[in-house]
């Protein structure tokens, strides 16, 4: 028999029709109720107004200054950034906690009291305030003011039962501060009931943040759009208009205190500069005095003078030293009768007078020579003239050459002192440049510091901030929060998705398996046990004596699966499930218990090799002497199967040590060997395998079974995992597969054939 899987789809717009009509009453009762909600939130929600203004931010322009050169010329901050930070101070906390206490936003007046109360401004015929407060954070306080007369009041707070008359204008004493109620001059006191709140300073800062906003229009202009909700409109208008004015008075400021900041800089800066310039000064005088300098340039002009005098003195000198040392020479050979010229460059009067009496002698040589020979008389009578003569020209020679020599000296020492002067004035120079640079140096910076103050001076004069208002703060006619039509709107579709969401969950199917029925709906697969719900779910429950709803649906599944297996012939019987969680191990040990309760001898089989838990559950250690050792050849048959402590007629095969090649240990020749040994020693055989929905091991074993129990859990197994049970059957060839469901609560699931049975002795 083929049955069908899935339910046929409907068409959507059909079912939703349907449910409409078949619902219609409640669709309209519930848009009636959330209808009225909605008008309910309306009547005592706090309405408010947007209030809205502009300002234009403007950001400071770095001033030129002829002396840029040293202010560097450039701002560090581009224009762009100081006005997003104009834009930030906007939202700053300390702008809004500065209106808050000016205007004592932390108090407020309404008219009425409790849920219907409305806050006035102008309306109020009094103000309230607060003195010597008397606690650190001040608790958000409701008092209501019942006026009697123009001069007294009655004032109660039911949290506190505070209750008592009061006169306006005079303080009345309260736990938390003194509290004055004033009344305003010109208002008529009239009788009615007022309320006043007085929260924390913070409280009203952090309130007022919420509702306040400040952005720029766009990224193309410097326009502030400042936004804030309020229930006030006309108080709403101060507080924006104070919030803006407040920024342009900061904004000055802030301003003015930035140019102080500067001209104690700049003093600071000219008093540190007319030092170091006094310094310099001071220095370059005294190097100009130790070094003889008036003007270096005229100076340097007369000594490269000096030194060409001294050396052209110098070479004449030289010049007549060498003649006279020819001269010497010359006198000096006796044999030399010739006539001296008389152009010597020789500036003395003996000596020139002693040189013509020479020359006049040569001369009359000469002639005599022409009428004599050299050894007449007169010839020799004047060579002997000749010979005294020319003694004493060469003592006259040799005086006036130790004068020259020593003139010559002393023009020597003079013109090398004059060069070596000469030499030092390129030092000298360069010293008096390095003085003038950095005298120039302070003096320009001087003059800088100099305008820099005056121009400082004169911007502190100025009281225009550069930023201004361009449009007043102005309220909406009509409350912007909350919008009626969107109220009645949400409230109307919340009418409508509630009980839709009602029906549809009612009419959708289960995901997860909560009756009998659910399983039914989706398998043909029969139904052989439904075990009850117990609260202890790790070890065997069944005993002799019990009589619990457990107990009870372990006996009703004996006797089915006796009923469908041949009790003549040794059985062996897989219990697998879905997932992990379902309860077949648990099943398994219980189920091998009841059978071994009829005097047969049961094995139980941990066949579960990658999580074995049938051990733990019967107290035994699973990784000693099990199925992985014999399979390996370590154990024989007998050496793995244990008795347990259950029944005397229960055995247990545990799993081993676990491994990783479990499905390649189930394929092995020796598995089809060891059951059918076994066989021959039990009349049923337990096996507990793995998941069929996570791993093909159960799979292996199943095709040894006789009879397949498959685990489903109530309101844990999921409808598709049903799936894989009709896919085991119609794909796999399973025909010998049965369905028991675990954990039923019998007092409320949908199940049949279990309202009976445990009337007849006490529950366990």
């Not at 949290?159 to 003194?178: A, M, T």
């Not at 050396?311 to 020479?329: F, G, M």
């Not at 059918?676 to 074993?701: N, W």
């Amino acid at each position: 028999m083929t049955i069908e899987l899935e339910p046929q789809k409907n068409n959507g717009l059909k079912n939703f029709r349907k449910m409409l009509l078949n619902h219609w009453k409640l669709f309209l009762f519930s848009m009636l109720v959330f209808i009225a909600l909605g008008k309910a939130y309306l009547m005592v929600a706090t309405p408010q107004y947007l209030i809205s203004s502009a300002l234009v931010v403007e950001a400071q322009a770095a001033q030129a200054s002829p002396s840029s050169a040293f202010a560097g010329g450039l701002s560090t901050i581009a224009p762009t950034e100081n006005l997003k930070n104009e834009g930030d101070v906007l939202r700053t906390r300390n702008l809004i906690e500065e209106t808050v206490k000016t205007l004592h936003l932390n108090i407020n007046v309404f008219s009425g009291s409790g849920m219907l109360a409305q806050q006035i401004y102008d309306e109020s015929p009094f103000e309230a305030s607060i003195s010597n407060q008397k606690v650190d954070t001040v608790k958000r306080k409701m008092y209501k003011i019942e006026v009697i007369n123009r001069e007294s009041f009655h004032l109660s707070n039911d949290d506190d039962d505070l209750e008592l008359n009061g006169q306006f204008g005079k303080p009345i004493r309260l736990p938390q501060y003194d509290l004055v109620i004033q009344p305003k001059p010109h208002a008529p006191i009239v009788q009615s009931v007022y309320s006043v709140q007085i929260t924390s300073e913070d409280e009203a800062i952090a309130t007022l943040l919420k509702n306040y906003d400040a952005e720029f229009s766009d990224k193309t202009t410097s326009a502030v759009d400042i936004t804030l909700y309020y229930p006030n409109a006309k108080r709403g208008e101060i507080i924006v208009d104070h919030l803006m004015r407040q920024y342009l008075k900061d904004n000055i400021a802030t301003k003015k205190a930035k140019i102080d900041s500067m001209l104690t800089f700049i003093n600071n800066r000219i008093s540190l500069v007319e030092k170091e310039l006094a310094g310099i000064e001071g220095n370059y005088e005294q190097y100009k005095a130790s070094n003889s300098i008036a003007d270096i340039n005229e100076q340097s002009r007369v000594m490269v003078g000096n030194a060409n005098d001294y050396q052209n003195q110098y070479n004449n000198q030289q010049v007549q030293l060498t003649a006279i040392y020819q001269l010497e020479k010359f006198l000096k050979d006796p044999s030399n009768k010739q006539v001296i010229p008389g152009s010597l460059n020789i500036n003395d009067g003996s000596f020139t007078a002693a040189l013509n009496d020479y020359n006049g002698l040569i001369i009359q040589r000469q002639k005599k020579l022409l009428s004599y020979t050299e050894e007449s008389p007169l010839v020799i009578n004047i060579d002997e003239q000749l010979a005294i003569s020319r003694e004493n020209l060469l003592q006259n020679i040799k005086s006036y050459k130790q004068a020259m020599e020593a003139k010559s000296a002393k023009l020597g020492d003079q013109t090398n002192l004059a060069k070596g002067t000469l030499k030092s004035v390129p030092t000298k120079q360069r010293s008096l440049n390095d003085f003038g640079r950095q005298q120039e140096l302070k003096q320009q910076l001087y003059i800088y510091l100099l305008q820099k103050r005056e121009e400082t001076a004169l911007a502190k004069t100025s009281n225009i901030p550069t930023s201004h208002i361009i449009d007043n703060a102005k309220s909406t006619k009509e409350p912007a929060k909350p919008l009626k039509p969107v109220i009645y709107l949400l409230s109307a579709l919340l009418g409508f998705i509630v009980p839709f969401g009602y029906v549809n969950n009612k009419t959708q199917p289960h995901v997860i398996i909560s009756s009998e029925q659910d399983i039914q709906d989706h398998t043909d697969v029969s139904i052989i046990g439904k075990i009850g719900h117990s609260s202890i779910s790790n070890r065997v429950m069944i005993e002799d004596s019990a009589k619990s709803a457990v107990t009870e649906s372990f006996r009703t599944l004996r006797t089915k699966i006796q009923n469908i297996l041949n009790s003549d012939e040794t059985q062996i019987i897989m219990v697998t499930s879905s997932v992990n969680g379902e309860g077949k191990t648990f099943i398994s040990a219980n189920l091998a218990n009841i059978l071994a309760k009829t005097d047969k001898k049961v094995l139980l089989m941990e066949l579960d090799l990658r999580k074995p838990k049938l051990s733990e559950i019967l107290n035994q250690d699973s990784s000693i002497a099990g199925f992985s050792d014999y399979m390996q050849g370590s154990l024989e048959l007998d050496d793995i199967i244990k008795p347990t402590e259950l029944n005397e007629n229960l055995f247990l095969i545990s799993s081993g040590p676990v491994v990783s090649n479990a499905s390649e240990l189930l394929l092995n020749k020796k598995t089809k060997f060891m059951l059918d040994t076994l066989k021959e020693q039990f009349d049923y055989i337990i096996i507990d395998s793995s998941p069929m929905g996570l791993v093909s091991d159960a799979l292996i074993l199943e095709k040894f079974a006789d009879m397949t129990i498959y685990i489903c859990r109530h309101n844990y197994t999921n409808t598709e995992q049903i799936n894989l049970v009709n896919q085991l059957k119609s794909k796999d060839n399973i025909e010998n597969m049965y369905l028991v469901i675990n954990d039923v609560d019998f007092a409320k699931a949908g199940y049949f054939g279990y309202g009976y049975g445990l009337g007849y002795g006490n529950e366990a």
